[in-house]
């Protein structure tokens, strides 16, 4: 594996690759990995030639109250992890590398989609997402990029501004990795106290309690909602921020489910906020 710094040698990597007809996976992080991460490079590397990775803490996707400073880092297990899952090429820039110009005046957001939940919980964030995958995928070129289903508001978004602002990305969205308790990894987790630890799986609970009634035949948005917000209502340590049953790609809600549907939990669970969700098909 190599480490580099800047755009230059990612576009003249990725750019040679192409030019021998490899195909380009890329896996956009923010560090601090964990399997949920590899799990990601594991299957650029098992569909892709030349695998690339960056390691960014995004300071756009910080709002006003959270603290970047104290953001997670650990860049040399992160490029020894890297390697191991079979990346060739790990990108490591600065904030200048990235935002050569401060303050950064063109920013990149998605209507709509990101109106709600983690949206109306976190104001900023999701134009600091959609601002450094659009460049991101600018500096990369023509690839395969990987995104874990765990952040599943994220995944759509990063979907839409591809199709809005045609760009040549296929975006690609990886199974949630879990404990074997069911909670889904997070590099939040590290925040939880013993006790908050292990109360944390009763979102994993609260999911499965929304696609039970589904598949026993319940089509009540609103049924559906009331019965994962009374499982995390049952956690003393967990206060519930939302949760929903919404369609899949728009996020949209209705009030009879149909087709593709996302549940979506969110809550606290002393300092870290935690989300999940959980797929399920409604029969026609």
Known sequence: MRTVTTVAEVRDATDAAR????????????????????????????????????????????????????????????????????????????????YPHRPVLTTVSVAGITDRFEGAARPTHFAG?????????????????????????QVCVVQRLVDDLSLPATVEACPTVREPDGLALSSRNVYLGPEERAAAPVLRR????????????????RRVEAAMAEVVAAEPLAE??????????TLAEADVLAGEVRLLVAARLGVPRLLDNLGVVVPA
């Not at 309690?209 to 026993?216: I, R, S, T």
């Open 19 to 98: 030019r021998q007809g490899h195909r380009v996976g890329f896996v956009p992080t923010m560090g601090y990995l964990h399997e949920g991460h590899t799990s990601l490079m594991a299957a650029a590397r098992a569909a892709t030639d030349l695998v690339v990775a960056s390691v960014f803490v995004n300071p756009l996707q910080f709002g006003a109250g959270e603290d970047l400073s104290s953001y997670p880092r650990d860049l040399d297990r992160d490029t020894a992890l890297s390697e191991a899952a079979g990346v060739d090429l790990l990108f490591v820039p600065t904030v200048e590398e990235v």
């Open 129 to 153: 997402v959609a601002t450094v995958v659009t460049k991101l995928l600018a500096i990369v070129g023509p690839c395969t990029t990987y995104f874990g289903a765990k952040d599943w508001q």
């Open 206 to 221: 609260a999911l499965e309690a929304g696609a039970a009634l589904v598949g026993a035949g319940e089509r009540d948005r």
């Open 240 to 249: 519930l921020d939302y949760a929903a049953a919404v369609d899949a790609a």
